[in-house]
T-cell receptor, first 112, second 113 residues
């Protein structure tokens, strides 16, 4: 197992387009998290899943953002009608029952 | 509202000396604290943690100290090595196993050979 995998590593999109990111967690981990990091800031919590259930969402996650984790395995984060303020690093992490996050390398989104 | 604060954006330390990274928090509900290390182009990596029932936790060269009354924690690295050069994030949660971590803004540590 090579850890948490995120694809793509980089994404450049035009304002108003939709984008989707994928996260493949460590296989035995039942919990999956999405965070967002902007320049000069620490990661900010967006949402988390236990198996396939989305258990908490941050106020940061506007209606344009949606996350899914079908069958409790990989997860996708979709941003609709992207805005320049969405430009950030999107980090995924997984854990086993909340103990010890393992982060992926992130997807860097640039909205032009 | 920055609930976890790392007031030093950067720190330079001579190799072999002690590195001390500081973190302050404002939320009295925080009960569990963690330090993460981040290299460029990689995700943060868990380093060490401490529960509020302790005031010190040690793991090899890394020691975390918690002063709950002052709402302050620090990470000591001794001796510092060139591979320790990275950005260090302090994070907190309201209890062990809580799913949401609140991170500070990070301190860039540079170890000078």
């Amino acid at each position: 197992d090579t850890g948490v995998s995120q694809n793509p590593r980089h994404k450049i999109t035009k304002r108003g387009q939709n984008v989707t990111f994928r996260c493949d967690p460590i296989s035995e981990h039942n919990r999956l998290y999405w965070y967002r990091q902007t320049l000069g800031q620490g990661p900010e919590f967006l949402t988390y899943f236990q198996n396939e259930a989305q258990l908490e969402k941050s106020r940061l996650l506007s209606d344009r953002f949606s996350a899914e984790r079908p069958k409790g395995s990989f997860s996708t984060l979709e941003i609709q009608r992207t805005e320049q303020g969405d430009s950030a690093m999107y980090l995924c992490a997984s854990s086993l029952s909340g103990y010890g996050y393992t982060f992926g390398s992130g997807t860097r989104l640039t909205v032009v | 509202d920055q609930q976890v604060k790392q007031n030093s954006p950067s720190l330079s330390v001579q190799e072999g000396r002690i590195s001390i990274l500081n973190c302050d928090y404002t939320n009295s509900m925080f009960d569990y604290f963690l330090w993460y290390k981040k290299y460029p182009a990689e995700g943060p990596t868990f380093l060490i943690s401490i529960s509020s029932i302790k005031d010190k936790n040690e793991d090899g060269r890394f020691t975390v100290f918690l002063n709950k009354s002052a709402k302050h924690l620090s990470l000591h690295i001794v001796p510092s090595q060139p591979g320790d050069s990275a950005v260090y994030f302090c994070a907190a949660s309201e209890d062990f196993g809580n799913e949401k971590l609140t991170f500070g803004t990070g301190t860039r540590l540079t170890i000078i050979p």
